[in-house]
C-alpha cells in the first residue's frame, strides 16, 4: 500500500514538472518587436551639405538615444524611471554612490544577467543584463534636446572620457545599449536594431559628428 502511494506521489511529481518545464518555455522572456524603425545611412546619401547630413544622421539615431528605454536609465534625477511615461522606479531606488544602487539594495537585488519573468500581469518582467547600472549623472539627459543630448556624448569630461571610436564600439556593441532592442515582456522595444544605430552613429561620426542646435 505505501509503496503504491509513493509512486502515485511521484508520477504526480512528474506530471507537475512536467507542466512547470512547459509553462518556463512558453513564457521566458523573448525579443519583442517594434513597429517603429529607423532609416537606413544611404537614405541620407542625397543631402549633399556635408554638415546638414551629419545632423540628420545624429537626429535619426536621436530616436533611440530619446527613447523611453534609453531615458529610463539617463534621468537627472539619481533615481530611475520604468515605463513609455517615465514614471517614477517601483521600488523608489537611488543610483547610489557608484550608480549600481544604494547601500543594501543593489541594482542586482533585482536586476539579473538577463530579463527574468514575473507571475503579475502589471509588470510581467524584471529587465537585467550582465552589467546592470544607472547612467552616471553626467551622461543624464531626461528632457534634453537632441542638440544637448549631442554635445553632452562628444563632451569627454562629461563622457566617462571616451573618444568618438569608444562612442561607436559603446553604441553599437554594449549589451546594456542592446538591451533596449530586446526589454523583456511587457516594454516597447526601441526602433530599428542596434546594428542599424551603430551604423548611423558610425556613419554621423564619419561626417563629422555635428550636432543639431540646443
Known amino acids: 500500500m505505501k509503496r503504491n502511494a509513493v ?3 511521484a508520477a504526480a511529481s512528474g506530471v507537475l514538472l512536467c507542466v512547470a518545464v512547459a509553462w518556463a518555455q512558453n513564457t ?15 537614405e541620407f546619401d542625397s543631402i549633399t551639405d556635408e554638415r546638414k547630413r551629419s545632423v540628420a544622421l545624429f537626429e535619426e539615431a536621436g530616436k533611440v538615444l530619446q527613447h523611453p528605454r ?13 515605463g513609455d511615461d517615465l514614471h517614477a522606479h517601483v521600488p523608489e531606488v537611488t543610483g547610489g554612490p557608484d550608480d549600481h544602487g544604494p547601500p543594501g539594495m543593489p541594482c542586482s537585488s533585482c536586476h539579473g544577467k538577463v530579463n527574468s519573468m514575473t ?13 546592470w547600472a544607472l547612467a552616471p549623472a553626467s551622461m543624464a539627459w531626461q528632457g534634453k534636446s537632441i542638440g544637448e543630448i549631442c554635445e553632452q556624448l562628444k563632451d569627454l569630461k562629461r563622457n566617462g572620457n571616451r573618444d568618438l571610436a569608444k562612442i561607436s564600439h559603446h553604441m ?5 545599449v542592446g538591451w533596449a532592442w530586446n526589454p523583456g515582456s511587457g516594454r516597447t522595444p526601441a526602433p530599428g536594431t542596434q546594428k542599424q544605430f551603430g551604423a548611423l552613429i558610425d556613419a554621423w561620426i564619419a ?6 542646435k540646443s
Not at 28 to 42: E, I, M, Q, R
Not at 119 to 131: E, K, Q, V
Not at 207 to 212: D, E, Q, R
Open 7 to 9: 509512486v502515485a506521489l
Open 172 to 176: 553599437g556593441t554594449d549589451t546594456l
Open 28 to 42: 521566458a522572456p523573448k525579443a519583442a518587436t517594434s513597429g517603429a524603425t529607423l532609416k537606413a545611412v544611404s
Open 70 to 82: 534609453c531615458l529610463n536609465c539617463h534621468p537627472v534625477e539619481r533615481a530611475p524611471t520604468q
Open 119 to 131: 507571475l503579475g500581469d502589471t509588470l510581467r518582467s524584471i529587465p537585467g543584463d550582465s552589467h
Open 207 to 212: 561626417s563629422g559628428a555635428a550636432c543639431p
